[in-house]
C-alpha cells in the first residue's frame, strides 16, 4: 500500500497564506480530499476533487495537485483556521481502498 | 437534515467484546458507502474499512483486516463496527463517515461524520 506524507507541523501569520502539501504515488493518479479537525471536534470536509468546496466552506481555501503532491492552500488565514489538516486519496494498489496523510498541525501566529 | 448519529462512549476490559454504531438520516443510506475511521489519542486519522448498505459490499484496510467486523443493517439505516475481543490498543475514537462521489466505485471523500464513538478498554 502506498503512503501520504504532511509537513508535521507548519506555522502562518494571521493574514497570510499558508500551502500544506501531501505527497504520494497514489496522487498521480487520483485526487485527495482535505479535512480540517480542531481539538474534540470531527474531521470536517473542506476541499475535494480537483478544487472544490463543500457549501459553508470559506472560499480562502483552496486546492491543488501536481505530479505526486497535492497541496491545500489557505489565503488570508484566520485564527479559527488554527487546526489539524488531513489529506485522504485512493490508494492505487487498491489495498487499502483508501488511505489519510500523517497530518499537518496548523498554526496561526 | 444529512446526519450520522454514533452510538455513545464504551468502557471495556480487554477480552470483551464490542459492537458500536452509526445510523444515517436524511438521505438515501443504501446508495452511499459508509466509511471507519480510528484516531488513537493524540494521533492522527486511520482509515479502517467501508461498506456499501445497499448489498454489505466491504473491503478493509490490511491492518484491520480480520481484526474487526464491519456491518450494516439497511432496514434501519445503521452501519456497525464490532470487536469480538478487544485489546488495550484499541483504546481509542472511532468515527464513522459517508463516502460520496459520481458514481459507486469513485469517491471524491467523506463529506458527512458522525459525532465519534470513545471506546477504552482497560483491566
Known amino acids: 500500500s502506498s503512503e501520504l506524507t504532511q509537513d508535521p507541523a507548519v506555522s502562518v501569520a494571521l493574514g497570510q497564506t499558508v500551502r500544506i502539501t501531501c505527497q504520494g504515488d497514489?496522487?498521480?493518479?487520483?485526487?485527495a480530499s482535505w479535512y480540517q479537525q480542531k481539538p474534540g471536534q470531527a474531521p470536517v470536509l473542506v476541499i475535494y476533487g480537483k478544487n472544490n468546496r463543500p457549501s459553508g466552506i470559506p472560499d480562502r481555501f483552496s486546492g491543488s495537485s501536481s505530479g505526486n503532491t497535492a497541496s491545500l492552500t489557505i489565503t488570508g488565514a484566520q485564527a479559527e483556521d488554527e487546526a489539524d489538516y488531513y489529506c485522504?486519496?485512493?490508494?492505487?494498489?487498491?489495498?487499502?481502498?483508501?488511505?489519510f496523510g500523517t497530518g499537518t498541525k496548523v498554526t496561526v501566529l | 437534515e444529512v446526519q450520522l448519529v454514533q452510538s455513545g462512549t464504551e468502557v471495556k476490559k480487554p477480552g470483551e467484546s464490542l459492537k458500536i454504531s452509526c445510523k444515517g438520516s436524511g438521505y438515501s443510506f443504501t446508495n452511499y458507502w459508509i466509511g471507519w475511521v480510528r484516531q488513537m489519542p493524540g494521533k492522527g486519522l486511520e482509515w479502517m474499512g467501508i461498506?456499501?448498505?445497499?448489498?454489505?459490499?466491504?473491503r478493509y484496510s490490511p491492518s484491520f483486516q480480520g481484526q474487526v467486523t464491519i456491518s450494516a443493517d439497511k432496514s434501519i439505516s445503521t452501519a456497525y463496527l464490532q470487536w469480538s475481543s478487544l485489546k488495550a490498543s484499541d483504546t481509542a475514537m472511532y468515527y464513522c463517515?459517508?463516502?460520496?462521489?459520481?458514481?459507486?466505485?469513485?469517491?471524491?471523500?467523506?463529506?458527512?461524520w458522525g459525532q465519534g464513538t470513545t471506546v477504552t478498554v482497560s483491566s
Open positions: 463517515a459517508r463516502h460520496f462521489g459520481p458514481s459507486r466505485y469513485y469517491s471524491f471523500g467523506m463529506d458527512v
Open positions: 461498506i456499501y448498505p445497499g448489498d454489505s459490499e466491504t
Open positions: 497514489s496522487l498521480r493518479s487520483y485526487y
Open positions: 485522504n486519496s485512493r490508494d492505487s494498489s487498491g489495498n487499502p481502498p483508501y488511505v
